[in-house]
């Protein structure tokens, strides 16, 4: 019998690439299926509840060696304060109890690069560099994070994992923003100055999984890409893979933020998110550069795919799958 890994947020865009690494490993894997429904296979144990609830966990994480716990309430506008704390801070307060309960081995805990806010100009944050972070979903992951610090504190098996921009086939946010420059429906906010921090999702997965075997209990590790880069770079990037350009006009950003503030209210009647949110005008506005050196140094990290490559494979992929 192999190592058993159980994943929470399994049916997401990261969780399932986590999943089939997994297996590609030769892991039994157990998951949490809240919504969205998860891949049938046999080496998968579909757990159906929610995080909130301890008790059905409790028994889906006996004889766990790893938990992976990925499950978050996503940045948009649509979804409550409430309903942010409630999977990103208390649920994740009531895996972890779960887990400890449930004696599982080790715990690698999935955190946000928001919780830094804005990095300041020329500043690259590395682990210790102080949070501030300013959207809902940030700061609700950043609460995440501390009840993770202080499980560790108290003795549990926890390491904390602050993943970059990530991207790659599967995503269904990023493809909203490549949609958008494919069809020539996307004018950048501003000077798109923020600078980010590209991950592939397989050099994410990857981290991860170093960080289960290797990380330091209660250490946070940055898993990033090797490239810094400004939003308008990326979009670039983007649109050269779409075969079209980004149109020279730019949409000052008062404006934008007008804007923003406007359709949020518009939408919320519908249940639908907005086609540009507060949220979604952070990334071109607000920086997080990664520094990944303590990542390198003591997990072994090297991201192996460069954004052009990525952001590449990823467009073929959803031309590939009908989405473009």
């Known amino acids: 019998m192999g190592m058993r890994a159980f994943v929470t947020g399994g049916s997401g865009f990261i969780g399932s690439h986590l999943i089939d690494a997994l297996l590609k490993n030769g892991w039994q894997v157990g998951a949490l299926a809240h919504r969205q429904p998860i891949q049938q296979e046999p080496r998968i144990t579909i757990l159906r509840g929610d995080i909130a609830d301890s008790g059905p966990l409790k028994t889906g994480l006996k004889g766990t060696d790893v938990l992976f716990h990925l499950a978050s309430a996503l940045g948009a506008s649509r979804i409550g304060k409430d309903e942010f704390l409630a999977i990103n801070t208390k649920g994740t307060e009531a895996v972890l109890e779960a887990a400890r309960e449930a004696g599982v081995r080790r715990v690698v805990h999935c955190s946000s690069a928001g919780i830094f806010g804005s990095?300041?100009?020329?500043?690259?944050?590395?682990?210790?560099?102080?949070?501030?972070?300013?959207?809902?979903?940030?700061?609700?992951?950043?609460?995440g994070e501390k009840i993770a610090r202080r499980f560790a504190e108290h003795g549990m098996d926890i390491v904390i994992v602050r993943p970059g921009w990530t991207y790659g086939p599967r995503d269904r946010r990023t493809f909203k923003l490549i949609r958008a420059i494919h069809d020539r429906r996307f004018i950048l906010p501003g000077m798109g100055g923020a600078r980010q921090t590209p991950v592939y999702v397989g050099d994410l997965v990857a981290g991860m999984l170093l960080a289960s075997e290797s990380g330091q209990r209660g250490e946070v590790y940055h898993i990033a890409g090797s490239e810094i880069m400004t939003a308008r770079e990326i979009v670039m990037v983007i649109a050269a893979a779409c075969g079209t350009r980004i149109p020279r006009f730019?949409?000052?950003?008062?404006?934008?933020?007008?804007?923003?503030?406007?359709?949020?209210?518009?939408?919320?009647?519908?249940r639908r998110e907005?086609?540009?949110?507060?949220?979604?005008?952070?990334?071109?506005t607000q920086s997080k550069p990664l520094s990944i050196a303590k990542a390198e140094r003591e997990l072994g990290f090297a991201p192996a795919v460069d954004f052009q490559d990525g952001m590449a494979t990823t467009i073929n992929w959803y031309r590939a799958a009908g989405w473009l």
């Open 119 to 143: 990095v300041k100009k020329g500043d690259i944050a590395d682990e210790t560099y102080p949070p501030d972070p300013i959207q809902v979903y940030d700061q609700t992951k950043f609460e």
């Open 250 to 270: 730019r949409l000052p950003l008062p404006a934008s933020r007008i804007a923003a503030g406007v359709l949020e209210i518009a939408f919320l009647p519908f």
């Open 274 to 284: 907005a086609p540009l949110t507060r949220a979604k005008l952070s990334f071109f």
